[in-house]
């Protein structure tokens, strides 16, 4: 029988965490999903990532939620520190959850990844598969997409394709795109270390930060940035020791950690950002979704939060398969839910990195006592910052879940 619009399937670009929530979500929803990355397999770039509350709500909806919170390691207390170790604040992680119903837990990418994976069919995703945009169609025709497979129509076009993403340079090409955020950062996971940490959180320093994050099995995050022109990289092409030259002196355990990494595990990564707003998530019958939408600087932990959300409230927003094969109405939704939250998440995330930034010594030292003077503040007021980006509720996409 030839394809109607109606049972054609969905398409995703993307494989990533974001495409692949968006396929989970569309899933859930009663959509026939295909996934195309480009890739030859989705072993995930990055080592670990933050989840917050308002994204594991949304992972519950997804069905997924409770699986990562039993892979999650949470340590009894996290704060900042100056390079010499003094501290400047410290949260009980306990308090995050009592405020927020969920704490902030940590996860390697890899196990985020797997999770949405194997909650999808079998053969959903298919690697090695480059997907390119054609045409993102309109009220009376379908979306078609170039593939290894051949031109193919969709009702539905979820561009998940990144930072660069080329999809989003054809929907809205008079927009800058990425701008350089002055940072580089390096990542990298230890396995086993011989002195597992004690202190737990993120290093400030002038101009560079640090974070040590535990995660499951024994393994613990460590992560830097620092400012950086665009592009640069260790002179002798080693970034492992990049980054004992840049933070071997600072507080333990961090150069221990770093002694016990594995070379050739660290990753280093410019920081680009769309620090301009789009106009839209979406044109035709095409969405952007994470950070082929709003990619933001790491400073608040909301990247892969926020691309969660994303693919939440874009399947909530559709019809249901058998009512319409026209998402307009639903991606006009969705753009107008979606692109006010996610830009003041940029802009934070943009105004944090700032006060990394600060190099001198006197910004720094100013910059340091009032993080001082507000880390001895209760925890509920601290808390209550962020509860703008927290306490976030998803809509529901399928039948409850259990967390």
Do not use: K
């Amino acid at each position: 029988m030839p394809s109607t619009p109606d049972s054609l399937p969905a398409i995703v670009i993307g494989g990533g965490i974001g495409g692949l929530a968006a396929a989970l979500a569309l899933h859930r929803r009663g959509l026939q999903v295909t996934v195309h990355e480009r890739a030859a397999s989705l072993e995930p770039v990055g080592a670990g990532l933050a989840l917050a509350p308002n994204a594991l709500r949304a992972l519950d909806v997804l069905g997924v939620g409770g699986r990562l919170r039993a892979l999650a390691v949470r340590h009894p207390a996290v704060g900042l520190r100056r390079p010499s170790g003094r501290w400047l604040a410290r949260t009980d992680t306990e308090a995050v959850q009592r405020h927020f119903g969920d704490p902030v837990l940590a996860v390697a990418r890899a196990e985020l990844i797997a999770a949405l994976v194997d909650a999808l069919p079998p053969g959903t995703v298919r690697t090695d598969s480059p997907a390119a945009l054609h045409d993102p169609g309109d009220t009376h025709a379908p979306a078609r997409v170039d593939t290894p497979d051949g031109r193919c129509e969709a009702p539905l076009v979820v561009a998940a394709d990144g930072i660069r993403s080329a999809t989003r340079a054809q929907l809205f090409p008079h927009h800058p795109g990425p701008r350089y955020s002055g940072f580089t950062t390096w990542r990298t996971v230890v396995d086993h270390p011989e002195h597992p940490p004690a202190a737990v959180g993120e290093i400030w320093g002038r101009g560079a930060l640090a974070g040590i994050v535990p995660l499951a099995a024994g393994r613990v995050y460590v992560y830097g940035a620092a400012l950086a022109p665009a592009g640069r990289r260790a002179a002798d092409g080693d970034e492992h020791a990049e980054m004992l030259r840049r933070y071997g002196s600072w507080c333990a355990p961090l150069p221990e950690l770093l002694r016990d990494a594995d070379a050739a595990r660290v990753l280093r990564n410019d920081v680009w950002a769309l620090t301009d707003p789009l106009p839209a998530f979406h044109r035709g019958r095409v969405a952007l979704l994470g950070d082929a939408a709003h990619a933001m600087s790491p400073f608040q932990g909301q990247g892969a939060c926020q691309a969660v959300e994303d693919a939440v409230v874009l399947a909530a927003a559709l019809p249901a398969p058998h009512e319409s094969s026209d998402p307009s109405a639903a991606l006009d939704a969705y753009s107008a839910a979606r692109l006010p939250r996610t830009s003041r998440i940029v802009a934070g995330s943009h105004a944090v990195g700032r006060l990394v930034a600060v190099r001198s010594r006197p910004g720094a030292l100013l910059r340091d006592s009032v993080l001082a003077v507000a880390g001895r503040l209760p925890d509920r007021v601290l808390l209550d910052r962020s509860a703008p980006t927290y306490t976030w509720q998803p809509p529901t996409i399928g039948a409850p879940t259990a967390r």
